[in-house]
């Protein structure tokens, strides 16, 4: 049995009376992309945030690789390994994909003031290479305002590669996209899944059921149930949380 | 970004002709303004780090400003009475060496700006706004009611502090020193533009959240940034008391701060020679205008607002156009 590298254990998080999270536990196995679906307000985001540390949860862990997260702020994650991309991209507009990429490639040492950084030459091979995995080669020099909704998504992919993650956490990178989109992304993170495992949030179920190897169903909080999509297609408590009956005994 | 720079180039080269000219003719007077111009735009050059790059709206530069000044003041005024600023635990004794002046007011500005930055970057916006506003306050406040070093009514230094080698009393000799000090701080600031931190800088003000999520954190920048831009402020402040041979809390002011804010917002906020730009129009606005009318405010008042209104990128994205992405 190999080791998961990511593992969320016990993960509980209240808002006042609103429990957004109650003892989640779900694990990310090398090579796999583990999808978390749910309704809305199920608590995915808030999974999300618990995990990338954007908050801190009321309870609960967070190891990435063996190394213990729980405790460390966002910055701190993302140099440790987990590679982030948005619901709603988040990206210098005014520069160049390539200084977005760049941006990336740095790994957190940013505390260099004299050296001009777009004339690295090792920077600059990372941020390249990482902009040719996602088809973006031919635009380095395009303003990142500039560019489409769809390429905007595949450039925040872009820079979750040049931080070499040990995981990526992707919050519905295809929130948006067309069908052609949504099938260059689909191949996208299908190829990504083994430079290293994507825990996947999404609401295009196509793909999900594409993609995914394993599947979390994520219900007021609660994680429902986790298994291939072939399981998850099968499960009553699925279906009757996703037809809407959870009122019913 | 070539019209930016050609545009840089002839800006500087009107900071070196005009002076040159001035001094050929004889005229004394055009090489103060031009002095003042190129200290103020130092100052702006300064505030542009944290406003133009970083997106941090201080509207609390006076404060470094004054501090400049007041190092200058302190360490000339205990030289020129001979006594020392302290004797225990060890004796200090004033100064009236310029070198040594400006590395006390680069050092005690950029301490106060750490100082400064660390409680104000707690907060952000209006909020920021408000609390680098009230820093600068306080120290107005707290040199008016300090009447060891004047009070209200300020120190008067009878002799410009010496520069090895050089007769500051000159105006066309300090002026060089300015100029020197004005070109080396805009080489630091292009350089941090063009470095990894630059890069990281522009990309939080940005978006903060891009930042994080490549493992940098947006509040250590913006501290080093509002650090580096006091001090540079302070080194300014320092030049301008020796210019008047004179520091009160007025430099210390809101308006100081103001001011400063004008410089950048007129020349190009974010652009490397836009307060240079905007302190050279400044300055010769105040000097030709107010021999128009005491009111010459409200032609810079509708000028400003047309900047703001119709031109973002200042005067310097009037003429050059927007900024490019460098490769």
């Known amino acids: ?249 | 970004m070539r019209r930016e720079t050609l545009l840089n180039a002839a800006i500087l080269a009107g900071f070196l002709a005009l002076p040159l000219w001035a001094w050929m003719a004889d005229e004394p007077f055009i090489i103060t303004l031009t002095t003042r111009a190129a200290i103020l735009a130092l100052a702006g050059v300064g505030l542009n780090l944290a406003l133009g790059l970083g997106g941090l709206v201080s509207l609390g530069h006076a404060a470094f400003f004054g501090i400049g000044g007041y190092a200058m003041g302190v360490l000339a005024f205990h030289a020129q009475t001979y006594t020392p600023l302290t004797e225990a635990p060890f004796l200090i004794e004033g100064t009236k060496s310029m070198p040594v002046i400006w590395l006390v007011a680069l050092i005690t500005s950029a301490l106060a700006a750490l100082v400064i930055g660390a409680l104000s970057l707690r907060t952000s916006g209006v909020y920021f706004i408000m609390i680098t506003l009230a820093f600068g306050q306080m120290f107005y406040f707290f040199m008016i009611s300090w009447p060891a070093y004047g009070g209200e009514d300020g120190m008067s230094i009878y002799l410009r502090n010496g520069f090895p080698g050089l007769n500051t009393l000159d105006p066309i000799q300090f002026y060089a020193l300015c100029f020197v000090l004005l070109a080396g701080a805009l080489w630091l600031v292009s350089r941090i533009q063009h470095s990894a931190f630059g890069l990281a800088l522009a990309a939080a003000r940005q978006s903060p959240m891009r930042v994080t999520s490549v493992g940098i954190r947006p509040r250590s920048l913006h501290l080093l940034a509002f650090t580096l831009s006091g001090a540079i402020t302070g080194l300014a402040g320092a030049l301008f008391a020796d210019l008047n041979r004179f520091v009160s809390p007025t430099m210390f002011s809101w308006q100081t701060s103001g001011e400063i804010m004008v410089f950048v917002i007129l020349g190009g906020v974010g652009r490397l020679l836009g307060p240079v730009l905007g302190a050279a129009i400044f300055i010769a606005m105040e000097h030709w205008l107010d021999g128009v009318s005491d009111y010459w405010h409200i032609y810079l008042g509708a000028i400003l607002l047309g900047m703001v209104l119709f031109a973002r990128g200042g005067l310097i994205g009037l003429i050059a156009g927007r900024e490019v992405a460098h490769d």
């Open chain 1, 1 to 249: 049995m190999t080791e998961p590298v990511l593992q969320v254990r016990g993960v509980s998080k209240s808002f006042g009376a609103l429990t957004a999270n109650e003892d989640v536990s779900l694990d990310l196995r090398p090579g796999e992309i583990h999808a978390l679906i749910g309704p809305n307000g199920a608590g995915k985001s808030t999974l999300i945030a618990a995990i990338s540390g954007a908050l801190t949860p009321d309870a609960g862990t967070v190891h990435l690789a063996g190394r213990d997260l729980t405790g460390l702020d966002m910055a701190a994650r993302a140099r440790a390994g987990l590679g982030r991309t948005f619901q709603i991209s988040a990206l210098a507009m005014e520069m160049s994909v390539l200084q977005n990429a760049t941006l990336g490639a740095l790994g957190g040492q940013a505390f260099r003031l004299f050296r001009p950084v777009m004339r690295d030459a090792g920077l600059r091979q990372v941020a390249q290479s990482a902009l040719a995995r996602v088809g973006l080669q031919g635009h380095a020099r395009t303003r990142t305002a500039d560019l489409s909704h769809g390429q905007r998504r595949q450039l925040e992919v872009a820079i979750a590669l040049t931080l070499a993650p040990r995981a990526f956490l992707m919050d519905e990178p295809m929130a948006g996209l067309g069908l052609e989109g949504t099938a260059r992304m689909t191949g996208l993170l299908d190829a990504l899944r083994v430079e290293a495992p994507i825990l996947l949030v999404e609401h295009d179920m196509d793909a999900v059921f594409r993609l995914a190897d394993r599947i979390s169903v994520l219900v007021y909080g609660r994680i429902i149930a986790t298994g291939t999509p072939a399981e998850i297609r099968q499960n009553p408590d699925v279906r009757r949380a996703y037809l809407g009956e959870e009122a019913s005994p």
